[in-house]
Nanobody, 114 residues
Framework: QVQFVESGGGLVQPGGSLRLSCASSGSRFSEHSLVWDRQAPGKQRELVARISRTGNTFYADSVKGRFTISRDNAKNTMYLQMNNLKPEDTATYYC????????WGPGTQVTVSS
């Protein structure tokens, strides 16, 4: 089944931008609804954004208007463009299938700090 590797995280100042990538090495990428989740230390994992196999999107209220999820089925890759980053966005970010959550990799760390 589909497996993912997250990349693109790093240290950025408040107000800055990052683009995360989620590369698939598995099968049937185009047939899955996909998500970006994040987990901060001591906090529960939470949904950040979701994209259907046809491109419909959903965003958590905390990131709406700042983040954009997209996918390129020809490249078997999903992206998360993050603009106007805030300290509360600091977390490890994971990509996976939507239901059930499956195929996530080690995640990529995003730290927003001045």
């Amino acid at each position: 089944q589909v497996q993912f590797v997250e990349s693109g995280g790093g240290l950025v100042q408040p107000g800055g931008s990052l683009r995360l990538s989620c590369a698939s090495s598995g099968s049937r990428f185009s047939e899955h609804s996909l998500v970006w989740d994040r987990q901060a230390p001591g906090k529960q994992r939470e949904l950040v954004a979701r994209i259907s196999r046809t491109g419909n999107t959903f965003y958590a209220d905390s990131v709406k208007g700042r983040f954009t999820i997209s996918r390129d089925n020809a490249k078997n890759t999903m992206y998360l463009q993050m603009n106007n980053l805030k300290p509360e966005d600091t977390a490890t970010y994971y990509c996976s299938t939507f239901l059930p959550r499956a195929g996530w990799g080690p995640g990529t760390q995003v730290t927003v700090s001045s």
